[in-house]
């Protein structure tokens, strides 16, 4: 069964330290792995997408990896502001056409705390 | 900037009402989705639209139809709104099957 696993289900820092936020996915035959973040009450955004032959893409102080072959990939993030609080949500597509290719994570919520 | 614009943020509607959601892209987009978004369930495609007056039904079409007649608009249609619609729908866009989507801001729908 294709899924996408994320965890933690929620995290709570400080302002100013790092975090990584986990992404497992069973999804096969993949495509790309595409990390989103929703503030509250509003549509994801994306920052990165990755295919198969990439291990780190950065964004800014985001910074996803991938391991195709455990299947895992991570977004860390750098030097954490307030501004960070939102759900971080992994997407992972297949290598099929159609719309339902695509699989979401739950999401991690992140609350940054001064 | 490109944008993915849904006319609603919030609407409180009624049980049995005709709820009409209307997302219109500014992209030139091929590819406009409807999602809905519950907690602890993630994103779950309703219908999507590869072209003008083309739709195929995603995951939980149950309870909902769709219109397509212009490439930059694509509406969501519940016939007869029940409380288990309750829920944030999220509207998308991409200008291929491979790319990544650009998302509307979401309307937040509560049925009473």
């Known amino acids: 069964k294709n899924q996408v696993e994320q965890s933690p289900q929620s995290l709570i820092i400080l302002e100013g330290k790092n975090c990584t936020l986990q992404?497992?996915?069973?999804?096969?035959?993949?495509?790309?792995l595409r990390w989103y973040k929703q503030d509250t009450g509003r549509g994801p955004v994306s920052l990165t997408i990755?295919?198969?032959?990439?291990n780190t893409k950065s964004n800014g102080r985001y910074t996803a990896t991938l391991d195709a072959d455990t299947k895992q990939s991570s977004l860390h993030i750098t030097a954490s502001q307030l501004s960070d609080s939102a759900s971080y949500i992994c997407?992972?597509?297949?290598?099929?056409?159609?719309?339902?290719?695509?699989?979401f994570g739950t999401g991690t919520r992140l609350t940054v705390i001064p | 900037d490109v944008k993915v614009t849904q006319s609603s943020r919030y609407l409180v509607k009624r049980t049995g009402e005709k709820v009409f959601l209307e997302c219109v892209q500014d992209?030139?987009?091929?590819?406009m989705f409807w999602y809905r978004q519950d907690p602890g369930l993630g994103l779950r495609l309703i219908y999507f639209?590869?072209?003008?007056?083309?739709?195929e039904k995603g995951d939980i079409p149950e309870g909902y139809s769709v219109s397509r007649e212009k490439k930059e608009r694509f509406s969501l249609i519940l016939e007869s709104a029940s409380t288990n619609q309750t829920s944030m729908y999220l509207c998308?866009?991409?200008?291929?099957?491979?790319?990544?989507?650009?998302f509307g801001s979401g309307t937040r729908l509560t049925v009473v």
């Open positions: 998308a866009s991409s200008p291929d099957r491979m790319t990544g989507y650009t």
């Open positions: 992404c497992n996915y069973t999804v096969s035959p993949f495509s790309n």
């Open positions: 990755m295919t198969f032959s990439e």
């Open positions: 997407v992972v597509s297949l290598t099929r056409t159609g719309a339902n290719n695509l699989f």
């Open positions: 992209m030139d987009h091929e590819n």
């Open positions: 639209s590869y072209d003008v007056k083309m739709k």
